[in-house]
C-alpha cells in the first residue's frame, strides 16, 4: 500500500520560496501518476501541478503557472515541488496525490481520478 508523507511547508513571505517535498513509501513511484493539491480555508481542494510517471507530462493551474514547477525522482521515491514568487493567495494546505496508471502516462488535476493522499502541509504566505 502506496504512502504518501509532505513535508517543507511553512511561513514564508510574499516573493519568497518553499520547496515542498513528497515522500512515497510502501511501493515504488513506478508508473504512478502525481499531484499536487491545496485547499484553503473554506474552499475545495483545488489541483495545481502534476506529472505523468515518465516526467514527461506535466500540467499545471493557470494561477501557479511560470512560478511552481513540479519534478520526480523516482529512484528515490520522491516528488518536488518548487514555488516561487509566493502570494498570499498561495496560502493553503498543499497534499500529495498518486495514482497506478501503468498503462497510460498522463497527468491530471482532477482530484478523482487520486486513489493515494499525503496528510497535507501549511503553506502561509504573509508578511
Known amino acids: 500500500q502506496l504512502q504518501l508523507v509532505e513535508s517543507g511547508g511553512g511561513l514564508v513571505q510574499p516573493g519568497g520560496s518553499l520547496r515542498l517535498s513528497c515522500a512515497a513509501s510502501?511501493?515504488?513511484?513506478?508508473?504512478?501518476?502525481i499531484g499536487w493539491f491545496r485547499q484553503a480555508p473554506g474552499k475545495e481542494r483545488e489541483g495545481v501541478s502534476c506529472i505523468s510517471y515518465s516526467g514527461e507530462k506535466l500540467m499545471s493551474a493557470d494561477s501557479v503557472k511560470g512560478r511552481f514547477t513540479l519534478s520526480r525522482d523516482n529512484a528515490k521515491n520522491m516528488v518536488y515541488l518548487q514555488m516561487n514568487s509566493l502570494k498570499p493567495e498561495d496560502t493553503a494546505v498543499y497534499y500529495c496525490?498518486?495514482?497506478?496508471?501503468?498503462?497510460?502516462?498522463?497527468?491530471?488535476?482532477?482530484?478523482?481520478?487520486?486513489?493515494?493522499w499525503g496528510q497535507g502541509t501549511q503553506v502561509t504566505v504573509s508578511s
Open positions: 496525490a498518486a495514482e497506478r496508471s501503468p498503462m497510460r502516462d498522463f497527468c491530471t488535476l482532477i482530484r478523482r481520478h487520486y486513489d493515494y
Open positions: 510502501g511501493s515504488t513511484l513506478d508508473f504512478y501518476v
